[in-house]
């Protein structure tokens, strides 16, 4: 159920699968793992997000502006809680907004986390539950913010399928980068067939901005 804003009109959260993806289909490199999150190569797959190009700030900023709360798997949540993972100075909105809650799909809790200062959320049953959950994380911050706020599905790779399966995206953005890798994660594999709708394209020099509704 939607809540309502301070306009008391209610509160619009879109489920919004974002990756970044190579012209040959991978969201990461070859043999990725903690220290290596994005694999061999794959570096070159999010040049983009640390560009200096007006349009390529611009989709970041207001990408990370409207997440109320973002989900993840439990890999890339190894990488980023990592010793080399996330800081004040990298991350998910660092330096562009205030941080969202983090949910993580995963078969297990960690024992610990070292990124305490962040609100994570560990879903244990699933990635259409971990998605109800970052809903109501997002709604509640719509609520208090007086502002439209979405669930941003930041990756991995599996987790964005098993969303997309699932029905549960409404807007698909793909970052594709000037790239190909050979081999890594692919982000699509044999899944349920999607319509998508076309609704904007972004050039630049490090990415191509893909915007799509999910059917």
């Given at each position: 159920m939607s809540q309502r804003g301070?306009?008391?009109l209610p509160c619009m959260t879109r489920i919004i699968a974002d990756i970044s993806m190579s012209l040959d289909g991978f969201v990461t490199g070859p043999e990725p793992g903690p220290r290596n999150g994005l694999g061999t190569g794959g570096e070159a797959l999010h040049t983009w997000a640390f560009s200096t190009d007006p349009e390529d700030r611009r989709i970041l900023r207001e990408a990370t502006a409207r997440s109320g709360a973002v989900v993840l798997g439990r890999r890339l949540f190894d990488v980023v809680d990592g010793p080399q993972g996330w800081s004040e100075e990298?991350?998910?909105g660092a330096g562009e907004a205030g941080r969202p809650a983090f949910v993580?799909?995963?078969s297990a809790p960690p024992e610990s986390v070292r990124l305490t200062d962040l609100d994570?959320?560990?879903v244990t049953t699933g990635v259409p539950d971990a998605v109800a959950v970052a809903r109501a994380h997002?709604?509640?911050a719509s609520s208090e913010r007086g502002e439209d706020l979405d669930v941003v599905l930041m990756g991995g790779g599996a987790v964005i399928?098993?969303?997309l399966d699932a029905g549960v995206v409404d807007t698909l953005s793909l970052h594709l980068a000037p790239v190909t890798l050979g081999a890594g994660t692919p982000l699509f594999t044999r899944g349920v067939p999607r319509t998508l709708v076309q609704r904007?394209?972004?050039s630049t020099s490090t990415a191509t901005h893909l915007i799509y509704d999910v059917c």
């Amino acid at each position: 159920m939607s809540q309502r804003g301070e306009s008391g009109l209610p509160c619009m959260t879109r489920i919004i699968a974002d990756i970044s993806m190579s012209l040959d289909g991978f969201v990461t490199g070859p043999e990725p793992g903690p220290r290596n999150g994005l694999g061999t190569g794959g570096e070159a797959l999010h040049t983009w997000a640390f560009s200096t190009d007006p349009e390529d700030r611009r989709i970041l900023r207001e990408a990370t502006a409207r997440s109320g709360a973002v989900v993840l798997g439990r890999r890339l949540f190894d990488v980023v809680d990592g010793p080399q993972g996330w800081s004040e100075e990298t991350g998910y909105g660092a330096g562009e907004a205030g941080r969202p809650a983090f949910v993580v799909v995963t078969s297990a809790p960690p024992e610990s986390v070292r990124l305490t200062d962040l609100d994570w959320t560990f879903v244990t049953t699933g990635v259409p539950d971990a998605v109800a959950v970052a809903r109501a994380h997002a709604e509640a911050a719509s609520s208090e913010r007086g502002e439209d706020l979405d669930v941003v599905l930041m990756g991995g790779g599996a987790v964005i399928r098993a969303a997309l399966d699932a029905g549960v995206v409404d807007t698909l953005s793909l970052h594709l980068a000037p790239v190909t890798l050979g081999a890594g994660t692919p982000l699509f594999t044999r899944g349920v067939p999607r319509t998508l709708v076309q609704r904007t394209v972004t050039s630049t020099s490090t990415a191509t901005h893909l915007i799509y509704d999910v059917c």
